[in-house]
């Protein structure tokens, strides 16, 4: 429904208009950023709501948070567990439960009210949360494996496991508290529980291991149930020899599992089914399973009805307890993994005698799924690559350098021979566009293979269009690259090292949050580096690590993950308390930086990673620089985080620090007279712009060195990851969109054009190529299509969107642009079009939030909004800050529509 302007009140407005603009909506609880969560742990969840309406200038005026024991005694209007009455407060976003102690298996029903700024008031629909598992002595359930290990870890059949347990009384409910290491699926009574693969999570196991809540209530059944556990070895066990030595990591061991099923009859009474040495274990049919590597099904060896009860488990031998992995038990709430997708292969081909290659059409993650009839013990192998060879195979050549000899991304399947075989790898995942199958009885069909697209389940929450289609494709490819590349944490790569590599997330972290409800992942993700940080504040370059990655490979543009994933939670979704949460890691993490800085310049790690080809031997940007700039940056975050935590003393301090270093940095690095920096790079001048490592007047000289760079190399980069980002921002935030539009728009090398013009479909590793083709690292861009183009733009000073700040930039040929991100208030979006002499601008700002809109303009007081002059219409005020060539707005929440001459 557009209601697209109206007056506040009176005659212009009909009844029913106004009832429909008077009433409101709460919708989207959430808890700790997730809707409903089973397994929360912290002693003070926080609550989220949005509200929904049409009227300009809706605002919460107050809320009152209700919760209660029970959903009938929540609809009664009580809140025997807190009642938080009426709070005048604008607050909807991560609002602290402040009720009475929570304990272990607690459901809470909760409810919000909201009264807006006119008195209005909605109640929201009742949604809950229910707490994990808190104490250790919570667990009765023992780890359990099939065999002793130690020594070498031995790599064997992926493991069944089987119980039976007999119900007497109706249930009133049942949840299954399990954690099955590396990769586990839960079966009850021969369905599997949950629609999660590649599942939980990788963790530093001995750390941490992820439990998850299954709520099973439906699967059970009166009388014997039967309950099964299938292991695959995942990060735990995982015996690939490179990528970095993860076959050495201390914590590494065969499978185990631990399921604690708790039942609660309906007479109140209660049962427990706890993993111990009565389970029995079998092989199962998936003979070999590598991360990496890829899975080998032999169909013959099927067992039928193994987690259904009644099943005659005769060979089954009684499981071995386990030791535990090391850590704490920690419930899993982010998304896990799940296949988003099923696709169709674009072409087929024979490159050679039976050997058949599939074109998905799309470089993905994930794996494939075949159908196919023929005789038992039919070999049928599968494997994956990015690229075809001439001679129309494929070409893994790019990807595979950690191999070793080992199979890489091979997925084998050996044939039952009885009728149609559905086959798709469990507990392998693979980075591919096309697939080779060697074996098929009979050549394909179109209905012999199908792709399955695999990654953590992020919610899409943002969409950018715009007449450019390189620019649409860059948001295509930066969406596969970024989304292929979460699995339980960003990755590298889905096939060579499939690593947390933290300098890549760092980089992304802008567009992820436009993109996608990164929350909780990123939440679980920065719990991963306090796992992996050295007690003297290092961090390693991947994270979750098996031990490798402090002496090499980390560094402050890798460690800034920490404190820009951070900062960004903070920014883009309101989380003050994850500041609160890592501000010791920062503050250890700086005192290691203090350690390892002679002068005031830090000069280890690496610096503008993946340059186009030739820069390292002419302009290259020192890591140094790249580096200091960091350590600079990390100063001034931990004085702002110290002064919103109310640490007077400690901001000053790190002020002070940020102030020595910047001193430091300049003398070191920059030229006055010139304005350039060391390298003379783009990378070298951007990297002190974007880090506000120069003030006024010295700017202009800056930015004059970058602009001359950037017309020596024909408006093209000449940087790695860093740069790219750098260049972009400090272009746009001087008021060079126009020019840095232009490099986005290059399609010789280096350029994101060159990228789609070979074909690409996701973001490569290298400028030219030759490496991966799915990486997210030069992914910025992404983020710089919402901040410049649709102009959307987080405020410190009021984060979470709470006031946002919307600048278009109207470039080049650019004709229109439709963008928006769902806010944690709601959702917010900017589209404008070119129209004869003007531009139109259709704005939506989300209730209970404000925004600044900066509009090209020609002549401000002429510019229009919804068919009057915008000066005078409700919702509006003519802003106090001047921009020229622009009119500037402070507008309430609302739908809005500017038309401006230009
Ligand atoms: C990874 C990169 C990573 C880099 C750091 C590479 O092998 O794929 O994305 O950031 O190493 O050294």
């Known amino acids: 429904m557009a209601v697209k302007w109206v007056r506040e009140r009176g005659p212009a407005v009909s009844k029913k208009e106004w ?20 397994g929360v742990e912290v002693p003070r969840p926080r609550l989220s709501w949005e509200l929904c309406g049409l009227r300009r200038g809706l605002r919460q005026a107050a809320y009152r948070l209700r919760a209660a024991s029970t959903g009938a005694r929540l609809a009664a209007g009580e809140g025997d567990i807190w009642d938080s009455g009426r709070v005048e407060s604008a607050q909807s976003v991560l609002v602290a439960y402040a009720g009475s102690r929570l304990r272990s298996r607690q459901r809470v029903c909760w409810q919000v009210e909201v009264w807006d700024e006119i008195g209005e008031v909605a109640t929201s629909a009742p949604a809950f ?46 949840r299954a508290y399990v954690c099955g290491l590396g990769y586990h699926e839960f079966h009850l009574n021969g369905k599997r529980v949950g629609d999660a693969v590649l599942h939980p999570a990788f963790t530093k196991y001995d750390a941490k291991a992820l439990y998850t ?25 995982c015996h690939s020899a490179g990528a970095w030595d993860f076959a050495q990591a201390p914590w590494r061991d065969v499978v185990k599992a631990l399921a604690q099923i708790e039942v609660t009859f309906k007479d109140g009474s209660r049962q427990t089914i706890a993993s111990d040495s009565a389970w029995r274990w079998s092989a199962s049919p998936i003979r070999f399973d590598g991360l990496r590597e890829g899975e080998t099904y032999d169909a013959r060896e099927e067992q039928p009805g193994w987690a259904t009860a009644g099943f005659e488990a005769l060979e089954w031998k009684p499981a071995i307890i386990a030791r535990p992995p ?46 196919v009839t023929g005789a038992a013990g039919t070999r049928i192998v599968l ?15 790019n990807i595979q350098s950690f191999a070793k000899g080992r199979p890489f991304q091979t997925d084998t399947y050996i044939l039952r021979g009885d009728r149609a075989e559905i086959y798709e790898p469990r507990f392998a995942y693979h980075g591919f566009q096309y697939v080779q199958v060697t074996g098929l009885p009979e050549p394909p069909t179109d209905h012999t293979l199908q792709g399955r697209v695999v990654h953590t389940d992020l919610e899409t929450t943002g969409r950018f269009a715009c007449s450019s289609e390189l620019l649409t494709w860059i948001q295509h490819a930066v969406r596969w690259a970024t989304l292929g590349n979460y699995h339980g944490m960003p990755t590298d790569c889905p096939h060579r090292e499939k690593n947390g590599w933290t300098g890549d997330a760092s980089l992304s972290s802008d567009q992820m949050l436009y993109n996608f409800d990164a929350a909780s992942s990123y939440t679980k993700w920065l719990d991963d580096f306090t796992d992996c940080q050295r007690p003297n504040g290092a961090f390693p370059g991947i994270v979750p690590t098996g031990g490798w990655g402090y002496n090499w490979g980390a560094g402050p543009a890798w460690d800034a993950a920490y404190f820009t994933l951070s900062w960004n939670l903070y920014l883009y979704r309101g989380d003050r308390g994850i500041l609160e949460r890592h501000y010791e890691g920062m503050q250890r993490y700086l005192s290691f930086l203090a350690g ?59 002020a002070k620090l940020a102030a020595r270093i910047r001193r430091a940095f300049l003398k070191t690095f920059a030229t006055p007279l010139t304005g350039m920096f060391t390298g003379e790079n783009q990378t070298s001048m951007a990297t002190a712009l974007f880090h506000n490592l120069v003030e006024p007047p010295q700017t202009d000289k800056v930015l004059a060195a970058l602009l001359e760079r950037v017309t020596a190399c024909h408006e093209h980069l000449e940087c790695g990851i860093l740069g790219a980002k750098y260049v972009m921002r400090a272009l746009t935030d001087s008021g060079h969109a126009e020019l840095a539009y232009r490099i986005a728009m290059q399609e010789d090398y280096p350029s994101w054009g060159l990228w789609r013009k070979l074909g690409a479909t996701t973001l490569w590793e290298t400028w030219d190529g030759k490496a991966s083709q799915n990486h997210h690292m030069f992914s910025d861009v992404g983020a710089w299509l919402y901040y410049a183009l649709a102009g959307i733009q987080p405020d410190p000073a009021q984060p979470g969107f709470k006031h946002a700040v919307i600048r278009p930039n109207l470039v080049g040929e650019l004709e229109w642009v439709e963008a928006g991100t769902h806010t944690p208030y709601g959702p917010l979006s900017v589209e404008w079009r070119r129209e004869a002499g003007g531009a139109i601008f259709e704005i939506v700002v989300p209730a209970n939030t404000t925004a600044t809109v900066s509009l090209p303009a020609r002549n401000a007081p002429t510019v229009t909004e919804g068919g009057r002059l915008a000066a005078g219409a409700v919702g509006i005020r003519i802003s106090d800050a001047h921009e020229a060539g622009r009119a500037v707005f402070e507008v309430s929440a609302g739908t809005y529509e500017f038309i401006c001459e230009l």
């Open 19 to 38: 009832w429909i603009v008077k009433t409101f909506t709460v919708e989207r609880m959430r808890c700790e950023h997730v809707v409903n969560p089973l």
């Open 129 to 174: 949360w229910e707490t994990g598992l808190l104490q250790a002595r919570d667990w009765s359930a023992q780890w359990i494996t099939y065999t002793q290990g130690g020594g070498t870890v031995p790599v064997d059949p992926a493991p069944f496991f089987r119980k039976e347990f007999n119900l007497d009384r109706p249930v009133e409910s049942a």
């Open 596 to 654: 390892m800085a002679s002068g005031g310049i830090v000069n280890f790690g690496l610096g503008d990673w993946c340059p186009p080809e030739g820069v390292e031997d002419g302009h290259a940007c020192p890591a140094a620089l790249t580096n200091t700039a960091y350590y600079f940056s990390f100063a001034r975050q931990t004085a702002r985080v110290a002064e919103l935590l109310g640490k007077r003393v400690e901001a000053a301090r790190y």
């Open 326 to 371: 090391g850590g704490a038990l920690k419930a899993m709430i982010m998304p896990p993994c799940r296949v988003i997708q099923t696709t169709a292969p674009v072409a087929r081909h024979e490159a050679l005698p039976g050997v058949w290659v599939f074109d998905l059409g799309q470089n993905m993650t994930g794996w494939a799924r075949l159908t």
């Open 383 to 397: 494997r994956y690559a990015e690229k075809l060879s001439e001679n129309g195979e494929i070409d893994d050549s």
């Open 213 to 237: 809540v299954y709520d099973v209530t439906a699967l059970l059944q009166s009388g014997v149930n039967a309950a099964g556990l299938w292991l695959g070895t995942g990060w735990y066990n």
